[in-house]
């Protein structure tokens, strides 16, 4: 339990320092894109993360999340950083996490994005042209995810579009469990 409840807490870190807060070294954030919009193209984002793995591998999606942004006085400035999850089931050895992130950095170029240099051998992360971002992240048992993220107008509710497709998997704690549990030959 420990181990997984570490894993959330690095891979929320991450997901914000490399998917980012937005902010650049101006302190200005990415445009910011309508609600609507921002969910189609988070949902293109992971599927075509996830699609682009060979062989295919299972997953189960979070659901949207927006938390708002703070100004320096700390108020909220009427934006939100809107974030979908998709966990990967499918155990990945560690000899087979290279493949995975080359794979993935391989569709990102496809697309014209931007990669980022994150200097961690367990990350890959890239910015779309319209300022989405998208991150695949290795936890410490081999939990990938994908986080793709925008910055949209604070829809005031942290789950804007409702719980997720299908429930999470549940751990013995009742909690959601993510960690990877499908073996498969090519990857596990």
């Known amino acids: ?8 807490v690095a891979l929320l870190v991450l997901g914000l320092g490399t998917a ?3 902010e650049s070294a101006g ?3 990415p445009p910011v894109v309508a609600l609507d919009t921002a969910r189609t193209r988070l949902r293109e984002l992971v ?10 591998v299972r997953y189960a ?18 934006t939100a950083k809107l974030t979908l999850r998709r966990y990967v089931l499918t155990k990945v050895s560690a000899a087979n996490q290279p493949r995975l992130l080359e794979q993935v ?5 496809g697309l014209g994005y931007t990669p980022h240099d994150t200097g961690a051998p367990d990350l890959a992360s890239a910015t779309a042209p319209d300022g989405t971002g998208v991150t695949v992240s290795v936890g410490a048992v081999g939990n990938v995810t994908v986080i793709a993220d925008a910055w949209v107008r604070d829809p005031g509710s942290t789950a804007p579009f409702g719980p997720a497709p299908s429930p999470l998997p549940t751990g013995k704690d009742g909690g959601p469990d993510t960690v990877p549990t499908f073996e498969d030959p090519a990857w596990s």
């Open 1 to 8: 339990m420990r181990l997984r409840v570490a894993g959330a």
């Open 61 to 78: 999606d979070d659901a949207y999340r927006a938390v708002p942004h703070e100004n320096a006085a700390r108020d909220n400035d009427g």
């Open 20 to 22: 980012g807060c937005g």
């Open 27 to 29: 302190g200005s954030k």
């Open 105 to 109: 950095r391989a569709y990102w170029s």
């Open 47 to 56: 599927e075509g993360t996830t699609g682009a793995l060979t062989p295919a």
